[in-house]
């Protein structure tokens, strides 16, 4: 197990970078705490898979320091930092069996005996590879394959941590759950150090204790899965987390709430001043789960809207609905479904009602 701090951390892939746009990863600080589960998420290209192979060796950042457990390792090799990782497709040797590859990493470092069997016996129990410790792994399926490339890295007892780079991505659905659930289990018996990079939400909010969101090179913010679905600290976090995403609608700021297409939406007053000194644009966001049904108007409370989509999705149903030239969707119970092109009002429950200012969440005081 092992913390590591990634301080002032930013990179290009340009020479001499000679301003921020040419920089992939912008400057940022990071604190992953030992023994912790933590997840990378965003779109592709957004400077996970660069923020990885910094922590692990393999890129030399252009600014900052790499500290793990309170050791400056920046200017340290791959394998003098004591972290495995585990890429999208699996990094192991066909031609030897799977007992051969996970006893590879010990008998590397000169181990022999019957240690080096207890230990690898252990890891393949771990992850419902015992049965096929005498086959070749060419033989294997991709998820076992991908099995045997996260035991490679289990199998050190010395490993400060394990960063996994997608790699279930390769892997069909079913074996994916499983696998995911595996990966869970391992770390809740392990208690190492793990940060799994992913651009699938799933993936990322069942698999971690904390996500990290990022976007274009930068880390947007930081939290349990449950903080990050409930108060987006911007407008792409709440976009990004949820199928669907946030409901994000321009508005006009008052006094003691906004206008959304001239229809007003009360707020805390507090809320509103402190929106006003931070500065436009302004959106109202609230998740299509807190989005409720009136059955008529009222004002400041609710938005009229007409029904443009109803999508049946098992026993939910979701209702998009036009607000002027806006739209937003509310995820409701199938027999709550109002009929297409109907006129209905959209609650909007203070207390699930988020106010964004410049893409911002602006937070109560």
Not at 3 to 29: C, M, N, T, W
Not at 310 to 326: F, H, K, R, W
């Amino acid at each position: 197990m092992a913390r590591i701090e990634l301080r002032a951390i930013a990179h290009s892939y340009v020479a001499s970078p000679g301003s921020e746009q040419e920089f992939a990863l912008k400057p940022l600080d990071l604190v992953w705490a030992s023994g912790g589960a933590y997840a990378l998420l965003g779109p592709s290209g957004c400077g996970k898979s660069t923020l990885l192979n910094i922590m692990s060796g393999l890129l030399h950042p252009t600014r900052g320091s790499v500290v793990i457990d309170g050791r400056d390792v920046t200017s340290l090799a791959p394998q003098e930092r004591n972290i495995a990782q585990v890429f999208q497709f699996p990094v192991i040797y066909d031609t030897m069996t799977v007992f051969d590859n996970l006893a590879f990493p010990l008998r590397n470092r000169g181990q022999r005996g019957k240690e080096l069997v207890q230990r690898v016996q252990r890891v393949a129990e771990l992850l419902d590879l015992g049965p096929s410790l005498k086959r070749k792994a060419r033989q294997l399926s991709a998820d076992m394959k991908q099995r045997i490339s996260l035991g490679r890295g289990l199998v050190r007892t010395d490993v400060a941590a394990i960063l996994l780079d997608e790699p279930l991505t390769v892997i069909d659905p079913h074996s994916k759950w499983l696998l995911r659930r595996k990966l869970k289990q391992i770390h809740a018996e392990l208690a190492v150090t793990l940060i799994y990079v992913t651009h699938d939400q799933v993936e990322a909010l069942t698999l971690a204790d904390e996500v990290v969101v990022m976007d274009s090179g930068r880390v947007l913010q930081q939290g349990t899965p449950q903080l990050l679905f409930e108060s987006p600290a911007h407008t792409f976090v709440g976009y990004f987390i949820g199928s669907p995403g946030m409901n994000l609608l321009r508005c006009e700021l008052e006094e003691a709430g906004v206008r959304v297409e001239g229809q007003p939406v009360a707020l805390d007053p507090t809320l509103c001043a402190r929106a006003r000194e931070r500065g436009g644009p302004f959106k109202l966001g609230v998740r299509p789960e807190r989005l409720g049904l009136m059955s008529g108007p009222k004002p400041g409370a609710a938005l009229e809207a007409v029904v443009s989509r109803v999508e049946y999705i098992g026993n939910s149903v979701l209702v998009s609905a036009s607000i002027g030239g806006q739209t937003a969707t509310a995820k409701l119970l199938d027999v709550d479904a109002p009929a297409l092109g109907s006129k209905i009002w959209f609650e909007f429950p203070p207390e699930w009602t988020r106010l964004y200012a410049d893409e911002f969440l602006v937070s109560r005081p």
